[in-house]
């Protein structure tokens, strides 16, 4: 997995480079949480401005919203359609198309990437978290132009400095994921050892190859789906590169134990994935998280703390949701789709033309 230098990415040449390369890319933010009623709204317009009014970077942009476990949306769709979103939906609106039905429990953000994927039309999808605080719009640009540079890999993770709302350093969560990666996978996929911010939420992925990746749907969405790209891929086709500092909302050190536990057990099935491909190469990764307890017996999933630790009780999300190309709603949408492309890379022709 290459690094990248971002200076020498030329992000004047983006739109020449979708042109030549025949890619368009959809910009793609799962929202939820009154976190994310602060900062969305900036984030989808100063977007739209840079990277689609005064540029031609982007060809939509598009937000998922989900309620949080009160209910509550925040306002999110307002916020993000007065913002200057291409289209914004509410999860569960759109997730039966593509997906069984799911427990208000279940979907949250892994739930809200595979409905964005399902809607959106580009050749690249670029996810974006929506809670960064003193939001930079080059970081869109760095992705976008690393997306496009060179031999256009499938896989563009970031990196960046993050730093919580109050000042302090992030990536507690981080650290500890990457000694994970290194002692359980690293002996099948060498090029995790490699990737510096596994739980980044702003990375470019080729349509076609997420759309056949099966991924956790709890916390280890980011991780299952990187891992899963980069064994695919063999580490080649990917690159990362460094991104503007991350202002992100810190989050309560009870929260962070729960993401790592849940963390943990997609890391711990992924293991067993791999072990057992040696063996059997039609096994299924979802059908392997679907018998976590068969594979550790003995070892308890559950979360154990004293009385009164938390306010409400941790219910872990367990299972991989399947490939979204496995899906009939998503195979329907495939011709909707290579339209889309069609008719956007026209329109970025004429508009080349036109001010060439």
């Avoid at 595979?114 to 003193?134: C, K, M, N, P, T």
């Avoid at 059908?287 to 409400?312: F, K, M, S, V």
Wanted: aromatic content about 8%.
């Amino acid at each position: 997995m290459r690094t990248l230098d971002p200076t020498t990415l030329d992000l004047d040449a983006i739109e020449a480079g979708k042109l030549t390369k025949g890619i368009t890319l959809s910009l793609l933010i799962p929202a939820r949480g009154p976190e994310a009623a602060r900062t969305l709204g900036n984030i989808v317009a100063l977007n739209r401005q840079h990277w689609m009014r005064e540029r031609r970077v982007l060809d939509e942009i598009g937000v998922v919203v989900d309620p949080s476990s009160d209910g509550d949306e925040h306002d999110l769709v307002r916020i993000a359609t007065e913002a200057g979103a291409s289209w914004v939906v509410r999860g569960r609106s759109v997730i039966e198309r593509h997906a069984k039905r799911e427990s208000p429990s279940y979907g949250g953000k892994a739930g809200a990437m595979r409905s964005l994927a399902y809607l959106a039309f580009g050749d690249r999808l670029v996810f974006h978290d929506a809670d960064l605080e003193y939001y930079d719009p080059h970081t869109v640009g760095l992705l976008a132009a690393a997306a496009t540079t060179g031999n256009v890999p499938l896989f563009v993770n970031g990196s960046s400095q993050r730093v919580t709302g109050d000042g302090r350093p992030g990536g507690r969560t981080t650290e500890m994921l990457r000694s994970l990666l290194s002692k359980q996978l690293a002996h099948y996929v060498p090029a995790v050892t490699a990737i510096q911010q596994p739980l980044i939420g702003e990375f470019v992925i080729d349509a076609d190859l997420f759309s056949s990746l099966a991924f956790s749907r709890g916390y280890g969405v980011e991780t299952s789906l990187k891992v899963l790209a980069l064994d695919f891929l063999g580490g080649l086709e990917c690159v990362q590169v460094a991104l503007p500092v991350k202002y992100q909302v810190g989050q309560d050190y009870r929260d962070l134990v729960k993401q790592f536990h849940e963390i943990s057990f997609t890391v711990d099935v992924l293991e067993a994935y791999f072990a057992r491909r040696r063996i059997d190469s039609q096994v299924a990764v979802w059908e392997i998280a679907e018998n976590y307890d068969l594979l550790y017996p003995g070892r308890t999933y559950a979360l154990h703390r004293p009385t009164g630790y938390d306010d409400t009780a941790f219910v872990p999300r367990l299972g991989f949701y399947q490939p979204l190309a496995n899906s009939r709603a998503y195979q329907a949408r495939i011709p909707e789709i290579k339209a889309a492309r069609h008719a956007a890379l026209k329109t970025l022709e004429r508009r080349m033309r036109a001010s060439a």
